[in-house]
């Protein structure tokens, strides 16, 4: 990794960035997936990181929330660089995470209430009866029935699932949550919902999203600005118009492909955003 003590660049000293990777270079044995990555999240934006399968989105992911050590370059998390803390400072940090994995990762044997009061009772200590309390306003937040609170992932929906997981991933009431392929397996209206859901809590709760996504739909709708990662690196980070125009032959086929033209579309349909 770079010499800890190395200057953090202008942007990483923005007030407004929440995350700021520099650099970043992560491999598997010869495979070099990152090869000087650098993104910045800034306060309250819903981010899009899109690319081509393989191009390492999701072990993007995972170097910022600590699940993969990077083989260099720095990731700074609200302010520290997560390469010079302990383990329990590094800890504190990820506290302020909320992650929703591809697949959901509910346990198949707690009921709703039980996997959102989870982290409240590991991570904040909270006593069973007031985390499952906090853990039903969760789920009524992410637009579940008071019923749902007692059943078993086994009997939910797929749209049911992924909003009880972002219950649980908003239950430690994070500054920055992580969303990998949230609308994957949804139908188009549950996942026209979601993405929805997504912007609602943004705007009344205020935390930063780093969304990884194929989904096209919902980049039009939720995300503030988008980021493409190719050839190793981030080509490209800016608004969706700005992407949109880049001179690059996976951009072009991916935004002005019949896919692409179809979801701005939508997106400009006045019924859709209402
Ligand atoms: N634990 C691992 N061990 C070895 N190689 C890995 C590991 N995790 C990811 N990779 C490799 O890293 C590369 C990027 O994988 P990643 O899952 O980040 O891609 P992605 O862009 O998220 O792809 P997709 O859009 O298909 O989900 C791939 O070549 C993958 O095989």
New binding site residues.
Partial sequence: MNDRSSPTSQKCQSKEAVICVQGLVNR?GD?V?HEGVDLTLYRREILGVV??????????LRSIVGLKHPNDGTVEVLGQRLNALSGSQRSQIERRFGVLFQRGALFSSLNLQENVALPLIEHAGLPREEAEYLARIKLSLVGLAPQAARQFPASLSGGMIKRAALARALALDPDILFLD?PTAGLDPIGAAAFDQLIVTLRDALGFSVFL?T?DLDTLYAACDRVAV?SQKRVLVADTLERVAETDDEWVQDYFNGPRGRAAQRAADTPSSKE
């Fill in positions: 598997f495979n997936v690319g081509g399968s393989g191009t390492g989105k999701s072990v993007l392929e990884v194929h990662l």
